[in-house]
């Protein structure tokens, strides 16, 4: 790698890759040009997405060579300014004062915040390492803002927060989307064509239930237009006329769970009408659609962002669980399976279960985002000191922008490793440039699939660019500095490496059992053992060895079934040596339809429905919920996503064709009565700031709902050079309290706010 495909003559060759923007990574193929990424199609030969792409890989460009790539270690000077620094000196200097950190305050007080985007996921391995040296505990990133509420209800359902669900599209008879528009962003391989061929069987269903008729809701056969937040309520509804329908699966319940009763007992006391109301969702509808899942052979769920960034969201995610569960909607085609995975997301098990400052709950190893600014505006002694970032923006991207701003200011020490200059980076005291994800390999970790499940190994398509490095390489510099590296250990291992896989395989596991502590630092001893040996450009990928180890010890069957011979570690080197030498990917599982059972981590093999928690909030779900604010009549989806929006990858407001600065959507009575037109300015305003975004008027909202959408309100240099900040970043107008009570989850979708017009001048 990087390997060439046929191409006509003349032409530049096209490289294999994947698309960095959403959690698909589609197969891509890529011709270059001086540097410049000059033409993109869809993979055919990728084993997931199958030539599949939606608009958005054609503007990488954009992403690879943005005006701000850094090409400099940067350190802040007295005055905010930043000067450029060499390499020997940031590493010295970075490994210094962490140490010093380390020393006053313990590791604990210094947080990794970060470990991937949407594919840039080595690092967050490699990262581990540097954690584990410098003894910091805590870590965090945006699955603690949307992920953790549902991850944490798998645990108390399935046994662990790993235990993830998919849902099988492809064969559901029903399919339900629950706050989730794929038409925009994905969230499953090849989204648009599977929701057009549900939609167009006339056998088949597809449910959305959104406040707004989003792009997939109009191909919907229901379309259950939801108020804002109130899915709690249709859920539970749902759930009540199953019970009174009889439309449970009792066998299934019977043979299959426990703690049902107290379910059952709990939805015994909803009132349909009552509920009806209150979701803004007509009883009848609501009857037939629960008849329609009580009675259909398969039903499968995917819920996200709408209900997991609103209100009641840990409860949201419980219900939506039962509603598969008790109709036997789970571990068989169509339905919900539980998946193997390269790697489990998240930051790690065995750690604390609460933030020793505020009690927060730590779930899949994770701080709550929303917590963080807590975490270190206090005078709490365990508070955080210190801070590193890595291929992530959170000044940006957590709720409360002015708070997390006034939280990295107050730190010690921060330090940020990405490939431009962010909100975040202008905080930090040294900016380390790293190679782009197009510059370095990487690989696919949102291994969802069902009962095919795939991983993609890909190298670069471009040298990396003078002066940047690899995070891997990063890390290894810094643990070399804090003294962390075994050097004996490094020429034993990598001598064997050099002699073949086998002889390497038997030293390092050899090593591991003889220095278990070892084992902390295992990826950078990857990298610079194995990695060396690997391919130029593919030395970064030498931690996916351990990963494929861990495949080969969690899912031996499952590799089996996909053709991979052997077990232990000869069956981890052959997965191993697939994934690095299949440029498309590879089916590294393949599971029977009632493999669910055998993933699942409860010792009797049941599902435990009863979480008496959540079932209390259902039972007080009034009391529970949001307050009002007279003050702020409309309801805010801060952070939609669309066509024009890519988190913040792209940087460069050029990309954007349409909604150039990000419109406020607004439904046309709402705007007739506030005096609002189409590419007017409005003025919104909540209880954290007040901002202005041009108006688009959109028959697809209902009255009293707005959205901004993600991933604006970036700097960026404009023709002449001078920094312009182009729309609006949406967390200038979120709180950090508005969030769920269990996971920490925000509140979103959910902003309480104020429109008007701006007056023209
Ligand atoms: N184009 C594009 N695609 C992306 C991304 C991107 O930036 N741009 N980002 C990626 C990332 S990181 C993620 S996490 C995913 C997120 O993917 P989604 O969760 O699908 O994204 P959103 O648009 O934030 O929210 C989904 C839907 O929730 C609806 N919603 C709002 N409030 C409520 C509510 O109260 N109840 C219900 N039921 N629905 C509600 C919104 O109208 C919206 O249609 O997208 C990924 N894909
Ligand atoms: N109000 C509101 N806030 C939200 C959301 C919302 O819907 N509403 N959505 C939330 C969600 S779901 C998510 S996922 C987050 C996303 O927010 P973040 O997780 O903070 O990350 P991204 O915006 O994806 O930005 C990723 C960073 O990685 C950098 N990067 C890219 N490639 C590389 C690389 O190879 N190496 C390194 N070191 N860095 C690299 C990019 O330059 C960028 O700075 O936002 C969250 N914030
Ligand atoms: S679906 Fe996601 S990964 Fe696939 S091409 Fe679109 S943005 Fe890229
Ligand atoms: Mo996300």
């Not at 993979?43 to 958005?56: F, I, N």
Request: aromatic share 8%.
């Amino acid at each position: 790698m990087p390997a060439t495909h046929a191409t006509k003559p003349g032409e530049a060759p096209w490289k294999k890759s994947a698309c960095i923007l959403c959690s698909l990574n589609c197969g891509l193929e890529i011709q270059v040009q001086d540097g410049h990424i000059t033409k993109i199609r869809g993979d055919r030969d990728h084993v997931a997405s199958r030539g599949y792409t939606c608009e958005k890989p054609r503007a990488l460009d954009h992403y690879q060579n943005p005006k701000t790539r850094l090409t400099s270690p940067l350190r802040r000077r007295a005055d905010g300014s930043f000067e450029e620094i060499d390499w020997n000196t940031a590493i010295l200097e970075i490994a210094a004062r962490f140490s010093e950190v380390r020393e006053a305050h313990g590791g604990q007080a210094i947080l990794y915040y970060g470990g991937g985007g949407q594919g840039n996921h080595l690092c967050g391995g490699y990262a581990r390492a540097t954690r584990s040296v410098l003894g910091s505990t805590f870590t965090s990133n945006a699955l603690a803002q949307e992920k953790t509420g549902e991850a944490w209800v798998d645990g108390q359902l399935y046994g662990k927060t790993r235990c993830h669900t998919t849902p099988d599209f492809e064969h559901a008879e029903v399919a339900i989307l629950l706050g989730k528009n794929p038409w925009q962003s994905h969230g499953f391989p090849r989204a648009r064509t599977v929701l057009k061929a549900i939609s167009k069987d006339p056998e088949r269903s597809l449910i959305v239930i959104d406040p707004r008729r989003t792009e997939s809701a109009d191909l919907a056969d229901t379309f259950l237009q939801i108020k804002p937040g109130k899915d709690v309520y249709l859920l539970s509804a749902i759930l009540a006329v199953l019970l009174e329908e009889d439309l449970f699966d009792r066998y299934f319940i019977a043979t299959r769970t426990r703690g049902a009763d107290q379910v059952l007992d709990a939805l015994q006391h909803i009132e349909v009408s009552d509920y009806a109301e209150r979701c803004g969702i007509a009883e009848d509808q609501i009857r037939q659609v629960a008849r329609r899942i009580g009675t259909a052979r398969s039903v499968a769920i995917l819920e996200d962002l709408g209900v997991q960034m609103a209100p009641h969201s840990t409860l949201n995610s419980y219900l939506e669980k039962l509603i598969y569960l008790l109709t036997g909607n789970f571990g068989s085609q169509g339905t919900m399976n539980l998946h193997t995975m390269v790697a489990p997301l998240g930051g790690g098990s065995g750690g604390p279960e609460k933030s020793p400052v505020t009690g927060a709950p730590v779930i899949q190893g994770l701080i709550p985002c929303n917590s963080i600014p807590e975490e270190i505006l206090t005078d709490h002694g365990d508070r955080f000191r210190a801070a590193l970032v890595e291929s992530a923006n959170p000044v940006h991207s957590l709720a409360d922008s002015q708070q997390m701003r006034d939280a990295f200011k107050a730190l010690d020490l921060v330090v940020v490793i990405d490939v431009v200059m962010t909100e975040t980076g202008r905080y930090a005291d040294y900016i380390l440039p790293a190679s782009s994800q197009f510059e370095k390999a990487e690989a696919t970790f949102f291994n969802f699939e069902f009962p095919e499940n795939f991983f993609q190994v890909r190298g670069p398509i471009f040298e990396p660019l003078p002066n940047t490095l690899s995070e891997a390489e990063i890390h290894s510099r810094l643990i070399r500095e804090l003294g962390g590296l075994d050097e004996d250990l490094v020429q034993k291992l990598r001598a064997a490496a050099e002699e073949s896989l086998d002889a390497f395989t038997q030293a390092f596991f050899g090593a591991l059992a003889s220095q278990p502590e070892a084992g902390a630092v295992s990826a950078i001893l990857l990298y610079e053992t194995l990695g060396k040996t690997l391919d130029d450009g593919m030395e970064c990928a030498a931690a996916i060895w351990g990963l494929m180890q861990n495949v080969a010890r969690s899912f031996p069957d499952s590799a089996n079934r996909a053709g991979f011979e052997g077990s232990g570690p000869a069956l981890g080197n052959a997965l191993f040596e697939a994934a690095l030498g299949s440029e498309s990917g590879i089916i590294f599982s393949v599971d029977p339809w009632d493999e669910s059972w055998q993933r699942l981590a409860h010792q009797d093999g049941r599902i435990d429905l009863a979480i008496d928690s959540l079932l209390d909030e259902l039972r007080n779900v009034e009391a529970n919920g949001p307050a009002d604010h007279a003050e702020f009549p409309f309801v805010l989806a801060a952070g939609e996503r669309r066509t024009s929006t890519a988190n913040t990858i792209f940087r460069d407001p050029e990309w954007r064709h349409k909604d150039a600065e990000g419109a406020l959507r607004i439904c046309p009575e709402d705007a007739a009565q506030l005096g609002l037109s189409n590419g007017s300015l409005a003025r919104v305003t909540t209880r954290r700031s007040s901002v202005e975004a041009p108006v688009e008027i959109s028959e697809t909202l209902q009255r009293g709902h707005v959205t901004l959408p993600n991933g604006l309100g970036l700097a960026y240099p404009d023709e002449s050079g001078k920094e312009r900040v182009y729309g609006v970043a949406p967390n200038e107008l979120t709180s950090l309290e508005d969030r769920d009570w269990l996971a920490g989850t925000p509140w979103h979708k959910y902003v309480p706010a104020r429109v008007e017009a701006v007056p023209s001048a």
